[in-house]
Structures are given as structure tokens and as C-alpha cells.
């Protein structure tokens, strides 16, 4: 049997030909942890793992990952897989995703010519963190943006966030509250942060800028701390739902990030979408702290910046062109990919900073 645990990882399968000796097939069936009872509509992916410490994720090539689908009797099978060490995740709806408890993961070798119907990957019941996310001024907080993760260590520096697997960042309703499901047994940390306004160009100046802002939102760990060290653990167990996580964010001095964007021999861009992130070796996964579109002259402004590290970006957007016979038959359409941009650090303590020029490069076909 093939275990898995927390890893983050892009899965990749290397095909062979058709016919080929060295092919290997691998195959299973996903149940359920508890009972056994095989599960249907399972969704299985490959990881491939390599590297001479020990096992890690593969360089993958261009292209979605590998991924099958399981039947009515919880059996799956990947045909013309690569010899190589691998090991899975599995997905379902009301289940934890196999990578996703702690820690390392199990690992099969498959050597050419080799075929196996034996795997079997036991998911266990989700597990669900739920509450309500309250405003500075007591008022429930909606479309607030809430997410749980872990602690992890990596090396001898300090503790980092990690997104709880498959689990981005979750929307508050209307009442403020919130409910993260889906989640593998163990101890997490819940953010909150204010909802993301994406600029978006109607002509002119567009910025997230909103004037006369003297605070803002700062993303609020629970009980209700801005400091990531006082943030109380929440501990589910195997399918169990904790529920009347509640509490208040704080609010704190905004401030405000300017610059201009230009392309790779200087000159200004227009329309590019500029975005500033949290430091990610410092901040919190849980999404971009603002955006905005440049002007015609390359300038943008983003505000409601709380202090902090972050990481500002740009990008030319994607274009799309189509074209076809009458009704759409036969419609084809080409798309332009953004190109890589400059990645420039920036550092806000207690006042607007401005001045950075950031270097977008322009899109490919």
C-alpha cells in the first residue's frame, strides 16, 4: 500500500511510446480511510520524484499533469508511465487530499516493464474549521479573505505559513462568516485579511488608491492578533468540524506604493497589470496585498498598504484575438502570454513610498 502525506508538489509523468518495453503500468483503487468502502470520481494524479538527497519533485514538463479519474469500484490506472520513483495524491469532495497530512510522503519504485494493480490510497474525511470574521468596528466583516494554514520549518531559519493543501484563501458571506473544509487532521493557524479590489482599466487612471484613506485592514491572525507569533493553533481531528472560530481584525496605518512600470529598453508601458505581494520568506499566503493598471505613462499607485515586506511585480496582460466563419463554426483564437517581469523588493514602515520602477517584459506568442 502507497501512503502519502504533505508535500507540494507539481505532478509529472513522462510517457513512453506506445509499444515500448520499458513502459511501466501502475494502477490501484482509492477507499476510504475508515470504512474501507471504495470511492468513486476520485481524482489521481502521478507525482514523479527525483534528485540525490532523497526523494523530491521532478522538473515538469510543459503542460497539465497527468490525472485519471477513478470508476464505480474506486480503481485507477496510468498506462506508458516513465520508470522512476513516484507517489500519488487523491482528491474527492467531503475528504482530505492524500497530500495534504503531515509528514514525508511514501514513495513506489517502478522499474521498466513493470506493471502493478495492487496501490491503494485511503483518504480520510475532511476536516472543517468555521466561524465569523468581525470588523474594527464590531460589524461583520463580508467578502473578507480567510485562510488556514500550518507551521513549517524549513532549515535553521524561523518558522513559515504554509496553505493548508488544496485550500487557498476562502471568502467571507455576508454575516461574516467562514468555512474551510476539506482540511487533513492537524493543528492550524486562521488568518484574515481585507477582500482584494483588482484594478481594472476603464480608461484613464486606475489605481486601488482610495483616497483620503487614513487605515486599513491588516491581515489578523486568530484570536485577533497582527502578530503571527501570538496567533492561537486551532487542532482538528480526522473528520471532525471545530466550529465558533470568531474574531476581529485590526485595523492599522495605510499607506501608499507608487512607481512606473517600463519595458526591457526603458520605455513606459501602458495597461500593465502591476501587483505587490507579501515577502513571501516574511508574509502570509494569503493572496496580493493590492494591484493596479498602469496609465499611459507607465505610472501606478496602489494604496491601502499596511507596513510590511512585499514583493512588487508587473506583468502586460493577455490578449485575446478571434476569428471564424459565420455563427461561429470553425472560430479559432490566439492568445498572447504575459512575459516575465522584474520582481522588485519594497519596504513600507510609516509613510507613502514611491519612485520604483519595475521592468515588464513584453508577451510572447
Do not use: C
Amino acid at each position: 500500500m502507497v501512503g502519502l502525506t504533505s508535500v507540494l508538489a507539481v505532478a509529472v509523468v513522462l510517457a513512453q511510446a506506445p509499444g515500448s518495453t520499458q513502459a511501466v503500468r501502475v494502477g490501484g483503487r482509492v477507499v476510504a480511510a475508515d470504512s474501507g468502502a471504495p470511492l468513486p470520481d476520485a481524482r489521481v494524479t502521478l507525482v514523479r520524484f527525483g534528485g540525490a538527497r532523497g526523494p523530491r519533485p521532478a522538473v515538469p514538463p510543459p503542460g497539465p499533469p497527468p490525472q485519471v479519474i477513478t470508476d464505480q469500484d474506486g480503481r485507477f490506472v496510468f498506462e506508458g508511465v516513465a520508470p522512476g520513483t513516484y507517489t500519488f495524491d487523491a482528491q474527492r469532495s467531503g475528504y482530505a487530499p492524500l497530500l495534504g497530512a503531515a509528514g514525508p510522503p511514501q514513495t513506489i519504485q517502478l522499474a521498466p516493464g513493470q506493471s502493478i494493480d495492487s496501490v491503494e490510497l485511503r483518504l480520510q474525511k475532511g476536516s472543517v474549521i468555521a466561524g465569523r470574521v468581525f470588523g474594527p468596528s464590531g460589524e461583520p466583516l463580508a467578502d473578507a479573505r480567510v485562510v488556514a494554514m500550518r507551521r513549517v520549518q524549513t532549515g535553521r531559519g524561523p518558522s513559515r505559513f504554509m496553505t493548508a493543501a488544496r485550500q487557498g484563501p476562502q471568502q467571507t458571506n455576508d454575516l461574516g462568516e467562514f468555512r474551510i473544509a476539506g482540511l487533513a487532521a492537524g493543528e492550524y493557524v486562521v488568518a484574515a485579511s481585507r477582500g482584494l479590489q483588482l484594478a481594472l482599466p476603464i480608461g484613464g487612471v486606475v489605481s486601488s488608491t482610495r483616497q483620503g484613506a487614513g487605515t486599513t485592514i491588516a491581515t489578523t491572525y486568530y484570536p485577533g492578533t497582527t502578530d503571527q507569533n501570538s496567533a492561537a493553533p486551532i487542532a482538528v481531528g480526522a473528520g471532525a468540524e471545530v466550529g465558533n472560530i470568531t474574531f476581529t481584525v485590526q485595523s492599522v496605518p495605510a499607506h501608499n506604493v507608487s512607481g512606473v512600470v517600463v519595458d526591457e529598453n526603458g520605455a513606459p508601458l501602458a495597461g500593465a497589470m502591476v501587483t505587490l505581494m507579501g515577502d513571501p520568506r516574511t508574509g502570509v499566503p494569503i493572496g496580493p496585498a493590492g494591484s493596479a493598471r498602469t496609465a499611459a505613462d507607465g505610472s501606478f499607485s496602489i494604496g491601502d498598504v499596511p507596513a510590511g515586506s512585499y514583493r512588487l511585480n508587473a506583468s502586460v496582460p493577455v490578449v485575446w484575438s478571434n476569428s471564424g466563419s459565420a455563427g461561429g463554426i470553425g472560430s479559432s483564437s490566439s492568445v498572447v502570454r504575459p512575459g516575465p517581469s522584474q520582481q522588485t523588493e519594497v519596504v513600507v514602515t510609516d509613510a507613502d513610498v514611491s519612485g520604483f520602477q519595475v521592468v515588464a517584459y513584453q508577451p510572447r506568442r
